[in-house]
């Protein structure tokens, strides 16, 4: 284990989990704070880059900004493709057309007004490379184990590792996913429930250009979105698709050969995009809600999909893990610059506050969606369908998909509002 030696007086943040948020988290502090507080992430894979291969999220406008702000934009900008307009339809597999109900580009007023694209689609392999590699150069420590228990001691937490050592600090962070062994720990109540789908990723070369378009198709099974990357693959264009199938059957559909895997996509992508070939995946995700009863505990703060796990129907998963890294280093750097203890509840009270609100918000909105859009009684296609012609009509809406209502921009982290620390 590389260790280095807390200065005397200094601080000390232990982060359980090294996935995106909790880098961008040991990052944003080390960055602000330096030798003041020593960053520890602990994770089996010890951030890995590696095992994000094949994976692209959308990249909402405050999730950008703060990787501006941490000085990381221009190096996984060539990595990220703008998403310029979205394209939604509602139809059945066999229906030989896909009638387009809403749009979202920049013939909107609300897109006009952000003057910037709502999201970049981002591949998630060279995002976590250049998380790691700047997390090192800060002095971030990065231990190889998992956390097996944690426990307060006098006005600290210890944390006991599968290698068998220890370790010590002021505020541990829970970010070991959605399956928190640390959230079960601190018993800590879940309401939470597997959805009947899972989520198929892939992605996918095409011959015509995507020209910045997502497309989500809403068929019975659920969603099926087809999200731009940047160029380049075997026929010159891709796009990431993120299927939703019923969990009965995409075993039988995922278990046969390459070239009817991608009849299967053709038939649900369309041939908008030309020729298609499979240039990565598919691989099989378990798809779940799940919202935390409570985001903290004695010095122990939840984040991302330890705290909250969503439906990827509206791509949101990530970015709310974001925010919460965001949130928790504005509550972190208001208490060091006091002088006042991180882990003490006051400050993990105000993170709380901050981030359950957004977070219940987004995943109920996400699972209404869900619901509404994935299944095929007549009632219901009547409705979502008024339904969608309504929010084509009203900004108000059209900038909760667009990613700026969720929180209104002053109450928004810092690192989101594009502000430093
Ligand atoms: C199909 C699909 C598509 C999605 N698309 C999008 C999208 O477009 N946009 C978006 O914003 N979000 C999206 N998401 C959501 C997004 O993937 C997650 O919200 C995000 O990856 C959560 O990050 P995390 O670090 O909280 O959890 P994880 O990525 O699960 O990381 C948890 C980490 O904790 C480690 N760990 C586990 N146990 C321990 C332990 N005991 N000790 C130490 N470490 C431990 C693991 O090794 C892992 O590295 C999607 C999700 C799915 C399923």
Redesign the pocket.
Known sequence: MTAEMPRPGSRSLLI???????LALALALRQAHGPALTVTV????AADPGRHRG?????ATGGRRMLEQLGLWTRVARAAEPITAMVISDSRLADPVRPVFLTFGQEDEAMRAANEPFAHMIEAEPLAEALAEACRAAGVIFVT????RAASEGPAIRVGLTTGESLRGDLLVA????R???REAARIGWVGWSYPQV?I?ATIGHARPHEGRAFEHFLPAGPFAI?PLRDGGTLGHRSSI?WTERAGDADALLSGEPDEILTEIERRFTLDLGQLALEHGPSR?P?AFGLARAFRAERLAL????AH?IH?IA???????LADAAALADAVTGALRLGLDPGSPDILRAYERARRFDSFAMAAATDGLNRLFSNDALPLRLARDLGLGIVDRLPGLKRFFIGEAAASRGSRPRLMRGEAL
């Open positions: 359980a989990g090294g996935g995106l948020p909790s602990i994770d089996p894979g994976r692209a999220y959308a990249l184990a998992g956390v097996e970010a070991d996913g959605a928190s062994r640390l989520g990723v999200l993120v995700h798809l984040l991302g999909d330890a796990v990827p791509g949101q998963g990530l970015n709310l893990g």
